[in-house]
């Protein structure tokens, strides 16, 4: 289909989607020189940071696929996606879990409640009321739905991962009904994974202060490229739509692009998610620069005895690329700098319990740097997962300091006003406002003051970058 066309066919659906949705004029889907790779998202204006580009309306969300014997990880209410801690199959029969009659009468679950149960799911002599494979196959069978329906288009003009291996959701719906599919319906459903495959967000919902991370289809986001230094950021709200805005400034006739990956992730591994899961090789100003913006977020320190170097890979885009000390020119191959990081990684994992002084000590005898992934790693989950009022004085002074280090990474990284930003300002803010708690005597008022304008600075961010999330607790979101 040629691109006015499809610009007609996103505009169209989003004015129609979902009734008065705003700001879809500033940008358009190009196969310009402009994009990065065949097709992209084009801005026609400038935007500020913090501008809303557009709200775009999902086509499919579904949950995320569970292991084939259901442990792991609670299944959701396919409906309302509420995690259901007993789950139960649904009144109406198709056995998917379903929360309750509310949610098995609502319109949107109607017609693919109506479809399973044509297909004679399978029961297990297990007494369970619902399906684990009838869950992984929702993706394919909610893709009968945009068939049906009025944006039938999509599925012509949307991307397929290109694979010649059997669609996962289809083959798992196929074990668990009686009845024989549909050719035509078997076929738009291994279309609808593969476009899945190719574009699809985590989705992120608030059930009950619960985050659930779902898979969502959205068509404009879906036309936009990735970039490891991109320039917008996205947020949910409560229908699920997604509310992409401006995370750097945006010229008229610039591309603008999301990230498919971390984005603090060194170049290596996000090289490694893009080729797997997307199968491209990224090559951006980030990507091709070893030092990424002077943070040496691969590095190993050096190990040359008293040497303060940093090693790091002569050609980041090659994964056999020899490693090299620019300080004292040491070489080292790629398989040497595998199993070190291999080392690196079994010493993270082993440290439970976070004592910053023993971590410190850690990262000294071990001569880890503070900016190594595996480091990170464990920062953030400190960051997210204690709790201020239970730690020592010790701990929430570390844990402040190490809030900023990563908010100055993120500034160094060029990532603008991004997701982590605000998530690292709100925790930052949190623990500033523990830390005035247990001091509130002993501080005068122009103390407090200069602690109060830290508080509403930090509110100022996050409230504009998160919107309306801001009151989670945010665990395990990166
Ligand atoms: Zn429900
Ligand atoms: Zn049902
Ligand atoms: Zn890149
Ligand atoms: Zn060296």
Redesign the pocket.
Request: with cysteine.
């Given at each position: 289909m040629e691109i006015n066309a499809i610009n007609d066919c996103v505009k169209n659906y989003l004015s129609h989607g979902d009734g008065g949705i705003k700001g879809y004029g500033g940008w358009t889907i190009s196969t310009g020189s402009a994009t990065v790779a065949g097709r992209g998202v084009v801005a026609t204006r400038d935007y500020s940071v913090g501008d809303v580009i557009f709200v775009d309306v999902p086509l499919i969300v579904s949950p995320r696929a569970m292991g084939m014997d259901g442990t792991g990880s609670w299944p959701v209410c396919a409906v309302c996606y509420a995690v259901m801690m007993t789950p139960t199959g649904?009144p109406?029969?198709?056995r998917?879990p379903?929360c309750g009659r509310q949610c098995?009468d609502r319109p949107e679950?109607r017609d693919e409640?109506r479809y399973v149960r044509q297909l004679r799911p399978k029961t297990k002599s297990d007494g369970q009321t619902w399906s684990v494979g009838i869950y992984n196959a929702i993706t394919a069978v909610r893709g009968l739905s945009i068939r049906d329906g009025k944006y039938r288009y999509f599925l012509d003009v949307l991307q397929k991962k290109s694979t010649d291996k059997l669609t996962f959701e289809v083959e798992e719906l196929k074990r668990n009904i009686s009845m024989e599919l549909d050719k035509e319906d078997e076929q738009i459903m291994v279309t609808t994974c593969k476009i899945m495959d190719a574009n699809c967000f985590e989705t992120i919902v608030n059930r009950s202060n619960k985050l659930t991370s779902l898979k969502g289809l959205y068509p404009v986001a879906a036309f936009m490229n990735h970039c490891c230094v991109p320039n917008t950021m996205h947020n949910f709200n409560e229908k699920l739509q997604m509310i992409a805005k401006a995370s750097l400034p945006i010229y008229k006739g610039q591309e603008i692009t999301t990230s498919y990956t971390y984005s603090i992730w060194p170049t290596s591994l996000r090289q490694n998610h893009l080729l797997t899961s997307k199968q491209f090789i990224c090559t951006c100003s980030r990507c091709c620069d070893t030092e990424e913006f002077g943070t040496k977020l691969a590095a190993l320190n050096c190990i040359v005895k008293n040497c303060d170097g940093r090693i790091l890979p002569i050609n980041p885009l090659d994964k056999k690329s020899i490693w090299q000390c620019k300080m004292c020119t040491k070489l080292v191959s790629s398989t040497e700098m595998i199993c070190f990081y291999k080392d690196v990684e079994t010493l993270m994992k082993s440290i439970s319990v976070f004592c910053p002084k023993s971590f410190e000590a850690i990262l000294k005898s071990f001569n880890i740097h503070k900016d190594s992934p595996f480091v990170i790693d464990l920062r953030l989950k400190f960051i997210w997962k204690s709790k201020n009022n239970s730690l020592n004085l010790e701990q929430l002074l570390y844990k402040e300091k190490l809030c900023m280090e990563m908010l100055d990474l993120v500034q160094k990284l060029r990532l603008g006003q991004c997701r982590l930003l605000g998530l690292i300002s709100l925790e930052l803010l949190k623990v500033i406002k523990e830390k005035a708690y247990r001091f509130r005597r002993n501080w005068n008022t122009k103390t407090l003051n200069v602690f109060e304008g830290q508080i509403s600075k930090l509110k100022e961010i996050y409230t504009s970058v998160l919107d309306e999330d801001a009151n989670l607790d945010n665990n395990n979101i990166q």
């Open positions: 649904c109406g029969g198709c998917l379903v098995a679950h409640c």
